[in-house]
């Protein structure tokens, strides 16, 4: 979406392979999105078109462990390189990070030792619209996402009460999720409970519009699109505590609340669905408004060569 944006506002935008970076048409500038393994491995072999580069290093951890390991492991330089390690090499190449919010700028700072001169904030946009009657009363709960471990569509389900509103579950199933017999089975043990599998984009804002909220349980997502998609519907949204949801909820305050635990989301639902669902929090922007934040950042960082 960002280089769709991008395209509009004249800038040429083209998606140079692994094996082809050496050989890709001249550009001014290369924006990275990611700073795992392939990315390391495609800038290790880098000889030719030596230009400014710019990462978003896209932070998703699946683990607190993780989280609290990456500072320590990143700079390990015994034996065989590591993902973390990797990762650093990467974010400290670049000649500009572009973190999704605050937080994320926080982590970069502090596990790879960047200056925070280095780090531009430019959070993710949506595109979501929607034909709903003004009238249309909202009415049960949506999640949105890959069906997997990292999402946790099988514990809320597990937790969802048969007192609670109805639950619609949209997506597919990761192709290596090693428990998706058990998931197909708690939501056909639960009749408030659907899952539709994976449908058309506007099928789908359609049904976030309808919602009385949107729910995400991973622990680890950096800014879900799901939820801007919501939120950008005027849709609450209930996250799990974990990476940027504290930003999501300091930026969109009165559209997002935060649970702990599935146990306190628990608690959450029924004063959540009486509530007003009014739309009066702050928007996503639009990828349009991304696209003039990159554009400003790339002729910064082309200035200063």
Known sequence: ???????????????????SLGS?????LI??????PSVWNMFRHWTRNRVPLVVSPVLVFDSLIQTSLERVVSRLRLGLSNTANMRRTVVRSASRLVALHAQEAEALSHWYGVDVSRITIVSNGSAASASVPPEYRRSGFV??????SRKRQLDLVRAWRPEFPPLSIIGS???????SAAFTAEVDGRPNVTWHGALPQVEVWERQARSIGCISASKSEGESLAILDSLRLGTPVLIQQGQGSGHLAARYSGGVREFNNLDEMARLISTF?????????????????????????????LAAQ
């Open 173 to 179: 199933v990761a192709a290596d999720w090693v428990d």
């Open 273 to 301: 669905a009486d509530a007003s669902t009014s739309s009066g929090f702050e928007r996503p922007p639009s990828w349009d408004d991304v696209g003039d934040e990159l554009l400003s950042l790339y002729r910064s960082v």
């Open 1 to 19: 979406m960002s280089a769709s944006a991008l395209r509009d506002r004249g800038v040429e935008v083209v998606f140079p392979t692994p094996i």
């Open 143 to 148: 999640v949105v996402g890959t069906i997997s």
């Open 31 to 36: 924006h990275a999105f990611g700073a795992d």
């Open 24 to 28: 890709a048409p001249k550009v001014d």
